[in-house]
């Protein structure tokens, strides 16, 4: 993918993942007053007037980091700045020039590096003239922004298009599938993500919570593009220590969210915790196509075996009967490759789409099997018609007699035999119960006949 690289680089809290947000159009990196709150590189693909760029967010350079990670920050920026086509160096109009900003500037130089100089924080325009002092660094007039406010920083993004217009701007690539890492803290997610990416895109630390952002990892795969979504620990929300870990917290599960299939992590070196449970349920409630990835295999090899450990998942995590189970050591590179392929196989099975009529004879064959005596009520749950209606989560829609009659007892069997009968045994089905109605039937007519809903 032929893509310009622009990094924005800068001391802590000078506001680089605010601009980094403002030009994103969205909240991406987390923002807050604490100083050293972004540790890894943050990308976004940016697009504007069909040119295209990818932008990172990286860590304060010269951080004091109180969990002693300023070398793997550092080293992060330091990848950022080597890949770079051009870097916005940001500084703070507030406080002016200080000792660190020309620490940076040294380095930008002596890298021999493109560089457009951003004063941020140039709330007003009155404000602007203090951005003078920034020439001294050597790199011209410094364009002043307010990323808070959003003052001047679509102008910037016109001004780094216009400086990349000599370089190769292709559109990239569609994303084929995202991939979302999840597990709770120190289960080894972003040693995973590495793995996967094939580089150091993200700092690996025995340390707790070292991960925070949600990180898009871009990685080929013949021929074809993937996002692997590293995320935060999740623990109890209990012991939730402060507004940085809430929002690492909620950009885990929004990441759930987005994935087309979940690599739900679990530690094999630890018991299964009610962290554990608590995320298998939300990533079975949100219908998501997933793998349980067994990790640090290797420390628990001679203590169980792999069906062992199946069984035990299996008591741990009833409702994720449907998804398959993967042993790897990631800090190794073990059966990487296999998750993701049997990630590819899943998400095929999550896209697909079955005729009306197919559905239809299934539900038939189902429902011969099961109805056997009357329910309390003295009346029999009937379906008169399936219809699919929606992919990943694959989204079935039941017309009945009376939906009261379909408890979750039942449904939960027909979800069983539907994956049998349609052959997608591996994937989540969301079914919805509806009582017939006379406009059902007309729209029913017309969906037999839709040629979108017949079978791959």
Known sequence: MAIPIVAIVGRPNVGKSSLFNAIAGEMISIVEPTAGVTRDRVSAIIERNERFFELI?????????????????????????????LVLFVVDIRDGLVPLDEQIAQLLRKNNLKVMLVANKADESPMFP????FGKLGFGDAFCVSAANSL????????????????????????????????????????????????ERVIVSELPGTT???????????????????????R???SIADSIEFYSYVRATKSVSRADVVLFLIDASEP?????????????EEHKACILVVNKWDLAMGKASTDDYVKYIGKMLPQMSYAPIAFTTASEGKNIQSVIDLSQELFKQAITKVSTPRLNKAIELITQERMGGKSKA????????ATQVAVNPITIILFVNKTELFDENFRRYLVGKLRDFLGFAEVPIRLLVRPRRRKDIKDFKYSSRDSSLRSE
Do not use: C, W
Not at 130 to 133: P, S
């Open 57 to 85: 967010d990286t860590g304060g350079y010269g951080i004091v980091d109180s969990d002693q990670l300023k070398e793997h920050i550092e080293n992060q920026i330091h990848l950022a700045i080597g890949s770079a086509d």
């Open 130 to 133: 203090r951005a003078a002092e």
């Open 152 to 199: 001047n920083s679509q102008i910037l993004v016109e001004k780094v298009i216009d400086f990349l217009k000599d370089t190769t701007s292709e559109k990239p690539q569609d994303i084929e599938m995202h991939l979302a890492i999840v597990g709770k803290r120190n289960a080894g997610k972003s040693t995973l993500t590495n793995a996967i990416a094939g580089s």
């Open 212 to 234: 925070r952002d949600a990180i898009d990892v871009r990685f080929e795969k013949d021929g074809k593009t993937f996002v692997v979504i590293d995320t935060a620990g999740v």
């Open 378 to 385: 003295g009346s029999l749950p009937k379906i008169y018609y």
């Open 236 to 238: 109890k929300k209990g």
């Open 272 to 284: 299964m915790s009610q962290v554990d449970k608590k995320l298998g349920a939300f990533i079975a």
